[in-house]
């Protein structure tokens, strides 16, 4: 290979590489927030609530009165959310994902209101929209 030839490579691989390093990174996609109208009821610690043990979820975490805990139906957790997710209800603020609600229950979410089976009563049943974020 001549002089001139070897420059003229040189040159070009140098140019490739300079433009391959000034390239923008590939941008992130941004999660997608999805929202979603559902049924709201409220479930509090007590045993005619729940089972024999009370304070467990389905995601293993132990329920304390004072947690802004959720249990959603099965086909919510099938659109993707997931336990340990953050979910906003609007006029309720922020909950988590930490419970699973028995097969028979679609697009519906119950809040956990601790001991507080009065709080739970005047809950009652609502319409609620909740968003929520990709992970």
Avoid: K, N
């Amino acid at each position: 290979m001549t002089a001139p030839r070897r420059a003229a490579l040189a040159g070009a691989l140098c140019a490739s590489l300079m433009l391959v390093a000034c390239a923008r990174p590939p941008r992130a996609t941004p999660p997608r927030l999805r929202e979603l109208e559902v049924t709201a009821h409220a479930f509090t610690s007590t045993r005619g609530q729940t089972d024999d043990q009370p304070t467990l979820t389905a995601s293993g975490r132990e329920l304390r009165p004072g947690m802004r805990a959720l249990a959603v139906s099965p086909d919510l957790l099938a659109l993707g959310l997931a336990f340990g997710m953050p979910v906003t209800i609007d006029g309720l603020g922020e909950w988590i994902v930490l419970d699973r609600m028995a097969d028979r229950h679609r697009r519906a979410i119950d809040l956990y209101l601790g001991d507080d089976l009065e709080a739970a009563r005047r809950f009652g049943v609502r319409r609620v929209r909740m968003r929520w974020g990709d992970r």
